[in-house]
C-alpha cells in the first residue's frame, strides 16, 4: 500500500490549519511565495455539449509533508520537499494519474466537485476499476513513500498506516504494514468512508504541546476490498444510478418511446 | 450454423436504472435492456437489404426487438459505445439511441487500460409496419 498520491489544496491547507481559518486562497499563495508548495497539475472540467466549466488544480501528496515542516519552522527542508514533490508531479505516472482521474470525474457528474476538495473519493473508485489503474495508482504512491522515506525519520511524528480488518462495536481493528494490530475509533473513519473491511489508511499523530495531538486520517492506495461494480462496457451493470439529467431524460424517452419496426426473423420462445 | 453463415452477433442482458433521487429505494427503479454487443462480420459492414434497409439497422433492430419479447422488461435499451467508434455512435443515433455526454472511462476488454464509452439509450415500441426506405440498387444480401 501507499500514500493517496493526488492532493487538493483545501488537503494541503488543512494541514497547516485542520480548521481551514482564513483565505483558502491567499493562505496557499503564501505558502507559495515560500516555496513550500509545488505548482502542482491544471486540467480543465468539461461540461456537456464539450464546453469547459472550470479547471481542476491537483498536487502531489508531499506537499502535505512540506507544509507541516513549514508548520514547525523548518522551511529549508520544507522547500526541499516541495522540489521533491514538483519532481513527481513531472513524471508520466503522475500525469496520467491526474489525466484519469479528471476524465473519470468529468464522466460522473456528482464527482467533479469532489476532485477539487477530496479527490481521494475519486482515487477510491479507480482503484476498484481494474489490475492496470491499480498498478498506476501503487506505481505513484509508492515513489511519493519513497521520496518521503528520506526526511521522515527525522519528523516528530507517529504514523500507522494498515487495513481494516473487523469492525465491532464503534472501534476499528487494524492489521498494520508491519503486522501489528491497533484499534481506532470509528469515528475517526466514517465520514471518510474507510469504515468498512479492506480499507487502506493512514493515520498520523502529531503532539503539538505536551498532551495535544493532531490526529489525521487519510486514506491509503491498496485496499483489499477492490471489488467493483464489475462494470465494464460488454457486461449489464447490475444496477445503474444515473444523474440527475439523464434520468430525467430517460422519463421523458419512456412517455414517447421511438417506433421500430419488426423484423421478420424468427426468434427464440421466451420461458 | 456454419461460420460462413454468421453474419452478425448481438449479446443483450438486464440491468434496473434506478432513481438517483432516491437510490437506496428500489421503488423507481426501471428495468431495462442493455445490449453488451453489437458486431457485423467485416466483409458484411456497409451491406444493404434488397429493400434498402441498411443491414446495421436490421442486426440493432433485431436486437432491439429480442429485447423487448422478454417479459419484465421495460421498454428502455441501454448500452455502452467507445467514444472512438464513430460508424457505431452514428448507427445508434439514426436508430433512435441519445448519446450521454460526456464520455465514460469503463475497463476495456480490449485494452490495458481504461477507455472512454459513450452512455446511450433509447425507449422503443416494436411495431408492425415496414421500413419507409426506398428501394436502392446497391450490394445486397442474398443467401
Redesign the interface.
Known sequence: MGPNPIVSKREILRVLDPRLRGSPRARFQTLRNKGVVSMGVVRPL?G???RLRGSVHLFSTLNRDAVRLHRLGRDADARKVAKDAKRLEEQAGFVRLVD?AV??A???EQLVTSLGDTPWQIIRQMEA??Q??RRLLMSVATAAEHMRQAYRAAEDISRLAGWVISIQERMAEIETITGTMAMLPTIQLESLGLDRIGAALEVEWEEVDPGEVIVSTVAAVGSRDCSSEN??????????????T??A??RR??D????????P?E?PA?T | MNQADLLAVTAQGFTTIADPGDPDSSRNDIPASFLGCIAIRKDCQGLTLADGTRLSSLVVRSAIQDALTIPGRSSLVAGYVAEENSRSRSLCRREGFDEDLPAELLPSSYLDQPAPYVFVIGAFAVTTGQSKRPARRTKSVER
Not at chain 1, 414517447?256 to 423484423?263: D, F, H, L, Q
Open positions: 468539461a456537456r455539449s464539450g484519469l476524465a473519470f468529468n464522466s460522473r476499476m481494474d492496470s489503474t462494470r465494464s462496457a460488454f457486461a449489464p451493470p447490475k444496477r445503474l444510478v444515473p444523474s440527475q439523464r434520468w431524460a430517460i424517452k419512456l414517447n418511446p421511438t417506433p421500430v419496426p419488426s423484423v426473423l426468434l421466451r
